[in-house]
């Protein structure tokens, strides 16, 4: 534990504050976020009796782990523990975190230790200046500012962590995504922001980690001396189940079970009947809890038998034991054959490990995640890298006979492609268009007109409106979702011709549906040139609009009755 602020929660609440850190409490802002801190421990000593601050602790665990973008449920938890796992990354915070607390909770904290469950806290805040994902709120490139951001995160955590019950001591880790490495500018802006959330961490008693890219954030706060953070969590999607030997991270730095090691990236897997989609770590690190049981087994060799990263942090590939009929080597490796300005790719090849020969075919699909949405582009696919063509768009989760490679979009807006064959892949500006809108109906109520028609497709998986076109010229753009539409503007003396297409995301205009055609209906023959007043008021009051006219005969004539059906439904369908 670090020394400084002490909690001990095993009989009330006692806190301990070392001269050197009355120092540093002169800072008011670090007095009023301790405060914070103090505060919300209290709260939650006094009024939770045996919650999770009074049987939490800090620890060291070594094993398997994993962590899932919002937190599972109890239930979830009691069927995993027929897996190999026993570590669980929570996300606690930051202002670039996906996914809200969910299940996360004090309680939620008491009673996943209870069953044996190790606790890693991540922290999601600012990302560095350079980062490749876009929608992300970043770091300034002013050391000084980016030090300040860094301190504030520290705080903000302190509060998050004894907000979900975690004590004092317990590891914090700021998830720092890979982000390029040749940017000194950024290299700089990560640096004094983590030597920051570092020292901030110390202050309030937490041990510090970060997490990120081997390749980009690890290999920058390892040149950070003593300033660095207590414990590495280091992502590199090699599959290699341990903590040392990384190309990019010396053995010599974070040797004393101060490691985690990210080995596999997003995929589901399943245990007892519960899946879960995890990134998969091994851990020989910091925890909130800590078991000093030994390392449970391996994870069984299942599907997905590999996974590969594609280095940027944009794709992933994985495949089944069944994908390949020999040992083969994989590689995902972006690629700038897809065409500006918007475009991302990333070839995907395959050879004999032993041979180094090609692999021209798989046995079963090769699933290639772009993490990413569309954004309106179209998931495309080439062969030589040179020639694209749209990808098929499956109705399922399986490719059927004939096609080679397709995709789905997965609930969170991200493309799913799965391929029996090598090739380029990605997301390329649309130049398909949508199809037509299907079973385009209409009929009259009331004298207006209910049109309605079935969704169009597109090849970028997403339509951004329809347009209702009067005699071929739009008259009004109407939202994706919309089926059906009401109007009465048509012509007197001919036809009016109505028609909808759709528009996909790059603006593509598709083909019009069939004309719903209206006609006007022939007034009666027997109809009097000139009408009697009383036919007008009448009519209303027949509708609840005035008084029967006194002029009006009590027994009417014929021509009265087909009049009055004709200005009733002066138009008509055509069929």
């Keep these: 534990m670090v020394a400084g602020i002490r909690a001990d929660f095993a009989d009330g ?3 301990s504050i070392s001269s050197q850190v009355q120092g540093n409490l002169a800072r008011v802002k670090a007095m009023g976020v301790i405060a914070a801190v103090l505060v919300a421990a209290l709260t939650i000593a006094i009024a939770g009796g045996s919650a999770a601050p009074q049987t939490a602790r800090a620890g060291i665990y070594t094993g398997y782990g994993f962590e899932a973008c919002t937190a599972p449920s109890v239930a979830a938890l009691k069927a995993w523990t027929a897996s190999p796992y026993r570590a669980l990354g929570i996300y606690i915070g930051g202002t670039n975190r996906a996914c809200a607390d969910g299940n996360l909770s004090a309680t939620w904290v008491a009673t996943t230790l209870s069953m044996g469950w190790s606790l890693l806290p991540l922290y999601v805040g600012l990302q560095a200046p350079c980062v490749g994902q876009t929608g992300l709120q970043r770091l300034s490139t002013v050391a000084a500012a980016s030090a300040s951001q860094g301190r504030a995160a520290a705080d903000d955590a302190g509060v998050k962590a004894v907000q979900f019950g975690l004590p004092a001591g317990s590891p914090i880790y700021f998830d720092m995504e890979g982000y390029h490495a040749n940017d000194a500018a950024c290299t700089r ?11 901030e961490l110390h202050v309030l008693g937490y041990v510090s980690g970060v997490y990120g ?11 950070l001396g003593t300033a660095k953070p207590d414990n590495a969590w280091i992502a590199n999607w090699n599959g290699v189940e341990g903590v040392f030997g990384d190309p990019y991270v010396s053995d010599s730095l974070w040797p004393n079970h101060q490691r985690i090691h990210q080995y596999k990236g997003g995929h589901k897997e399943t245990y007892a009947g519960v899946t879960i989609n995890i990134d998969s770590d091994f851990v020989d690190g910091a925890v909130v809890g800590g078991s000093a049981a030994p390392p449970p087994p391996p994870p069984p060799v299942e599907p997905p038998a590999g996974s590969v990263g594609s280095g940027d942090g944009k794709a992933t590939a994985t ?21 500006a ?25 090769v699933i290639v995640h772009l993490l990413m949405t569309t954004g309106g582009l179209a998931p495309s696919l080439s062969i030589d890298g040179a020639t694209w063509k749209p990808l098929v768009h499956l109705a399922s989760a399986a490719l059927p006979p004939g096609v080679d490679a397709g995709y789905t979009i997965d609930p969170d807006g991200t493309v799913e492609i799965q391929t029996l064959v090598p090739g380029f892949f990605g997301l390329l500006p649309d130049t398909v268009p949508p199809t037509q809108p299907a079973a385009t109906a209409g009929h009259f109520v009331r004298g207006a007109l209910v049109l309605s028609w079935g969704a169009a497709t597109d090849n970028s998986g997403t339509i951004g409106q329809y347009q209702l076109l009067l005699d071929g010229t739009p008259v009004s753009s109407l939202p994706a979702r919309t089926r059906r539409v ?14 909808v297409r759709a528009v996909d995301g790059a603006g593509i205009l598709g083909k019009p549906s069939p004309p719903i055609v209206v006609v006007p209906t022939k007034r009666p023959t027997d109809t009097p040139r000139i009408l009697p007043r009383w ?21 009417l004539p014929a021509w009265y009755w087909h009049w009055a059906a004709w200005r009733l439904a002066p138009f008509h369908l055509r069929r």
């Design 213 to 223: 890219s081997a390749a980009s954030t690890i290999r920058d706060i390892a040149a």
């Design 13 to 15: 609440l006692i806190f």
């Design 535 to 555: 036919a007008w008021g009448l009519l209303a009051a027949q509708h609840g609009q005035g008084a029967r006219p006194a002029q009006a005969p009590h027994k």
């Design 189 to 199: 802006a990560v640096q004094s922001f983590v030597a920051a959330w570092h020292s």
């Design 319 to 339: 495949w089944s034991t069944a994908t390949f009929t020999s040992s083969a080597v994989v590689a995902l490796t972006p690629t700038t054959q897809a065409p």
């Design 341 to 365: 300005p918007n475009g991302y790719g990333v070839q995907l090849t395959a050879s004999d490990s032993q041979t180094s020969t090609p692999v021209a075919r798989f046995a079963a699909p």
């Design 486 to 499: 009401t109007v009465r503007a048509f012509h007197a003396g001919s036809q009016t011709v109505y028609r």
